[in-house]
């Protein structure tokens, strides 16, 4: 695999990350939808998950409007 491919790998897996839904997305969010409050744990991982790939890919995108102009 070369740097090129692994690159488009791992863009890729970003892109399915940011693109999942999660409860949080909505407008209310209550810890007991899922049926536990025990859950709250593991929503709160999955959105970090969620949250974090939206936050590098928007990273990026601005990174690469602004590179051209710095030349």
């Known amino acids: 695999?070369?740097?090129t491919e692994?690159?488009?790998?791992l863009l890729s897996k970003l892109q399915e990350t940011a693109d999942?839904?999660?409860c949080e997305d909505g407008d209310y969010?209550?810890?007991s939808d899922n049926g536990s409050y025990d859950d709250a744990f593991?929503?709160?991982a999955d959105y970090g998950e969620v949250e974090f790939?939206?936050?590098?890919?928007?990273?990026?995108?601005l990174?690469?409007?602004?590179a051209p102009h710095l030349k």
């Open 42 to 44: 593991d929503d709160g």
């Open 63 to 66: 990174q690469t409007q602004i």
């Open 1 to 3: 695999m070369t740097d």
């Open 6 to 9: 692994k690159l488009q790998f």
């Open 29 to 31: 969010y209550s810890p």
């Open 53 to 61: 790939a939206r936050s590098l890919l928007q990273q990026l995108n």
């Open 20 to 22: 999942r839904k999660h």
